[in-house]
């Protein structure tokens, strides 16, 4: 699927996830400063919040990469205050995975630590993700 805009998520023939998906391309490529990033990253965490409470085990992943996604742009606007909560609550979802997921999950976390200027809690999230072993290819 082409993801060109938004509009890809109201495109016939679509899954939920797919749509999602789109949603999170299409706010990745927007401009630094552009409002239109922050407005169509929500929906996408908020469509995937519902996703996952469906199916937990088969969409929690899709969340935590919404909530990430979320976090770095708000991150890149100056506002760790409001990407702190988004970077925990994806750590937290990324936990039982382990693995690449968590340590994705830890350096948005860490980001969000030192734009709060809370360097020690920062450099102790990227021992954590240093210290996560890497997992066999399957």
């Given at each position: 699927m082409t993801r060109n805009g938004p509009d890809d998520a109201t495109r016939k023939g679509t899954s939920e996830a797919q749509a999602i998906e789109g949603l999170l391309a299409?706010?990745?490529?927007?401009?630094?400063?552009?409002?239109a990033a922050l407005k169509v990253v929500s929906e996408a965490v908020a469509r995937s919040r519902a996703l996952a409470r469906e199916s937990p085990g088969e969409h929690t992943a899709l969340l935590a990469r919404c909530l990430r996604t979320a976090a770095k742009l708000l991150l890149k606007r100056g506002r760790a205050v409001e990407a702190?909560?988004?970077?925990?609550?994806?750590?937290?979802?990324?936990?039982?995975?382990?693995?690449?997921?968590?340590?994705?999950?830890?350096?948005?976390?860490?980001?969000?630590?030192?734009?709060?200027?809370?360097?020690?809690?920062?450099?102790?999230?990227?021992?954590?993700?240093?210290?996560?072993?890497?997992?066999?290819?399957?």
């Open positions: 299409y706010a990745q490529s927007r401009p630094r400063w552009g409002r702190l909560p988004l970077a925990l609550e994806a750590v937290a979802l990324t936990r039982s995975v382990g693995g690449a997921p968590l340590v994705v999950s830890l350096h948005c976390l860490a980001a969000a630590l030192e734009g709060l200027h809370r360097y020690s809690e920062a450099a102790a999230t990227l021992a954590e993700a240093d210290g996560i072993p890497p997992q066999p290819d399957d």
